[in-house]
């Protein structure tokens, strides 16, 4: 996270070449996937990273993943630290050695609308992820549109997104909206409690910034900190409070309000994804009230509606919850995924024939407010970060005494949702179950080294077996409402092979949790 970042998406987009941010926690295997995926032939990166005080192995993790990446031809190398890394004679190359070569003035390449500017990587259901393609045109009329009007933005304000421009909130809120506004923007590196949990206060009376974008897990961090870490810091410069990612629960949003903006704030909880490009449902500062934890209406163009998820017809009127699902296209609605246009169909347009499929489900109350309520598909949003459970489960079978595995999510007070992992082990697998606790960091650092560390199990639970139905269906609700401590609650067990694994899984829990 630095401003030659930035400088690298605008450089792309100048010259008419395809942009594909990976974020730097993802390992050497998912690098060399999306890589190979899109076929790059240069790529750009840093010695190193810093994030929380820690150095980021970002060049070494490169070179890890471009031993099976035959059509790299060049790499930009970043001097961020300074600290002594790997390197390839003919191919590594320094930025500020290279740019000193170059004229200051480049023209730009005209494009048309329907351009793709950027590709954009994000968790399936299916395990692998999906290269998300946006266009030059819509893409960058609703980035521009969502800041003015979200956020009421002026010639002379200072925007701050928080988020990490690897994922699509950097992209369209770092780069690409307050720059097509002619407004300043903010590029943060680290963690919002890295020196001091005051580190958000500090930046923003240091800047003067006007508006200030975060996910719910970082508040919901900062409000169990302690709101003594705000305290004495000039933060009158703000006008707009914004929240990213996830559902924001009522708690969380009071106390951003109270502390951070001080009651005098607009607060905007915004709905959108990667698909979306920009913000779908968000209220509008001083035109809508707003309700702590809901989304309230739709942005300009959109038109959200909530369906019966067996029926799939539409749910009308208010006091309905259901499926959620966006009608009718809108400028910055992803066009495809990359080479692989029957799987767009398949994920966002066939669940629901003229919709598109969010995957969220969501509820409309008595004044007509939307309130999102989270995944009802095979994804877990973890902090903000989308992530498959097939992927996940993907890499724990890696490992070689793993059998069968089940990843489930579940709510977690300070990361919105957790992912649980329940295993179990090949017959001829030898281990101490009284050392299961080294077995389990064995499958966690499985998955940190085959996905990335943000996508680490919080909980693996060693069982017997798996619950499923007669045809061999991994039964995965069951586990859900067994940790989420409503085990007399699992409805229907008709279906369940195995009864008896039922009992096993709730005594496992227990003894885990």
Known sequence: MTWQSVAAFLACARIGAIHSVVFAGFSAESLRDRINDCGSRVLITSDEGRRGGKAIATKAIVDAALKECPAVEHVLVL????????????????????????????????????????????????????????????????????VKYVFDV?????FACMADIGWITGHTYIV?????????????????????????????EKHKLTQFYSAPTAIRLLRRLGEQHVQ????????VLGSVGEPINPEAWNWYNEHVGKMQCAIVDTFWQTETGSIVVTPFPGAVETKPGSATVPFFGIEP???????????????????????????????????????????????YPGAFYTGDGAARDEHGYIWIKGRIDDVINVSGHRLSTA???????????????????????????????FVTLKPEFKYDPSDESSLVKELVLQVRKVIGPFAAPKKII??????????????????????????????DLSTVADPSIVDVIKARVAETL
């Open 176 to 204: 690409y909206g307050p720059l097509a506004n002619g407004v300043s923007t903010t590029v943060f590196e680290s963690t919002p409690v890295y020196p001091t949990p005051s580190r958000y206060w500090e930046t923003v």
């Open 391 to 421: 992927e996940i489960e993907s890499a724990l079978i890696l490992h070689s005494g793993v059998a069968e595995t089940a990843v489930i999510g579940t709510a977690d007070e300070l990361t919105g949702q957790a992912v649980y992992a």
């Open 154 to 158: 002026h010639h002379d304000d200072r």
């Open 305 to 351: 509606v909530i369906l019966d998820p067996v029926s799939g017809k539409e749910l009308h009127g208010d006091g309905v919850e259901g499926v959620l699902v966006l009608k009718h296209p809108w400028p910055s609605i992803a066009r495809t995924i990359y080479k692989d246009h029957q799987r767009y169909l398949e994920t966002y347009m066939k669940p």
């Open 232 to 239: 004495g810091f000039d933060l009158s410069s703000l006008r």
């Open 462 to 491: 060693i069982v017997s077996d798996l619950p499923k139905t007669r045809s061999g269906k991994i039964m995965r609700r069951i586990m859900r409402k067994i940790v989420a401590g409503e085990g007399d609650q699992l409805g």
């Open 79 to 146: 001097q961020r630290t300074g600290n002594t890394v790997p390197w390839t004679e003919g191919r590594d190359k320094w930025w500020h050695e290279e740019t000193k070569k170059v004229s200051p003035y480049c023209p730009p390449e005209i494009m048309a609308a329907e351009d793709p500017l950027f590709i954009l990587y994000t968790s399936g259901s299916t395990g692998k992820p999906k290269g998300v393609v946006h266009t030059t045109g819509g893409y960058l009329l609703c980035a521009a549109l969502t």
